[in-house]
């Protein structure tokens, strides 16, 4: 088996206009200055620092991401999840290509990785051939309304 590499962005990256910094900005304050008048200041404190990463997020450019299917497994930049260890996966086919990948992590088991529509049957045909299960998954709802809040 060859191995399969193809490289994609860490994230979607989503242009945000000025308007979108003010309204986080007016909603982290105004819910400090709340939490404050309601004597709850370490809240206030966890609200002013989780909005001011939020922010630094909302700057930070995506970094891009290698992916390579190989005789020993799904390598993400340098972790390798040997296909032991993969439960099940999914090939999304469409306008925007995602591969699925349920793996026996605790914390966010599925992995969700954008792919180009050319290499969909080569991945698929390369888990089914390493006896990995595949298993209908679809995007979760909570991405989608983050989508839509301009995250």
Do not use: C
Request: zero cysteines; glycine letters at 4%.
């Amino acid at each position: 088996m060859e191995k399969l590499e193809w490289f994609a962005l860490e994230y979607e990256e989503k242009e945000r206009s000025t308007d979108w910094y003010w309204a986080l900005g007016v909603i982290v304050i105004t819910s400090s200055i709340a939490s404050i008048i309601y004597n709850n200041y370490f809240f206030a404190a966890l609200l002013l620092i989780s909005g001011i990463l939020l922010g630094f997020f909302a700057i930070k450019k995506p970094d891009i991401i290698s992916y390579e299917l190989n005789t020993d497994g799904l390598k993400i930049r340098n972790q390798l999840y040997p296909y032991k260890n993969i439960k099940s996966f999914y090939v999304q086919s469409g306008e925007k290509p995602i591969l699925f990948i349920k793996s026996e992590r605790v914390f966010m088991p599925v992995i969700e990785i954008p792919i180009e529509n050319n290499l969909t049957s080569s991945i698929h045909s390369i888990m089914i051939s390493k006896n990995v299960v595949e298993e209908e998954m679809k995007e979760h709802p909570s991405l989608k309304i983050m989508n839509s809040l301009g995250f």
